[in-house]
């Protein structure tokens, strides 16, 4: 099974693989969620996931794009040196932050962002986790596996998103863009496809 059809299976519909109207009823009716709000939820994670394919952050960066999005923790020579290799790319750049250990420790990569908005960090993990009733220590990489989309929900809700969510006017969309990626990156995409779950609900 895939995230999607593992989500489905959480929602007791049809595990076709496919966010439909029968998946956004269900949705809706186990979280207590609006059309709107629904909209907004699974619109933002289509783009997110590249269309639901996607759920572990890819930190395989060349040395100019190290050099362009991770600029504050390289300088040229170090990233040629971690250039293309994730494990020591994520180990760096999240280090001792969002409760993570030294870059020795590796704990950057082992918590690097996972589930279909990617929770990022030891602290926001072991957080999410708890909120479902499992251990802190549980495997961080069922986040990507297992709960792709509770994890999200949990973002959702610790960020207060919901109430940027009241409807689908172009405002809201932008609000609710900034709030997950803190700039309004892919908002046409984002749009198209919160538009596309609001009309196809019941």
């Known amino acids: 099974m895939n995230q999607v059809q593992i989500f489905q299976l959480s929602l007791g519909v049809k595990t076709d693989g496919d966010i439909g109207a029968k998946t956004l009823e269900a949705f809706r009716n186990k979280y207590g969620k609006t059309k709107s709000e629904t909209a907004h939820f699974f619109g933002q994670l289509a783009h997110e996931t590249g269309g639901f394919k996607v759920f572990e952050e890819n930190l395989r960066y060349s040395t100019k794009r190290l050099l362009e999005i991770f600029g504050k923790y390289f300088d040229e020579p170090k990233a040629k040196e971690y250039s293309l290799n994730p494990i020591k790319i994520a180990s760096r750049v999240y280090a001792n932050r969002m409760g993570n250990g030294t870059e020795e420790s590796r704990d950057g990569w082992k918590h690097r962002g996972m589930g279909a908005i990617q929770l990022t960090g030891k602290s926001n993990q072991r957080k999410f986790f708890k ?58 995409d984002r749009k198209l496809k919160t538009l596309k779950y609001f009309s196809i609900q019941q």
């Open 131 to 188: 909120s479902i009733g499992l251990s802190q220590d549980t495997e961080p990489s069922l986040i990507a596996s297992h709960y792709a989309f509770e994890s999200a929900i949990f973002f959702f809700n610790e960020n207060k998103i919901w109430l940027k969510a009241k409807d689908v006017s172009d405002s809201s969309i932008q609000k609710v863009t900034r709030s997950i990626n803190g700039g309004t990156h892919g908002l046409s």
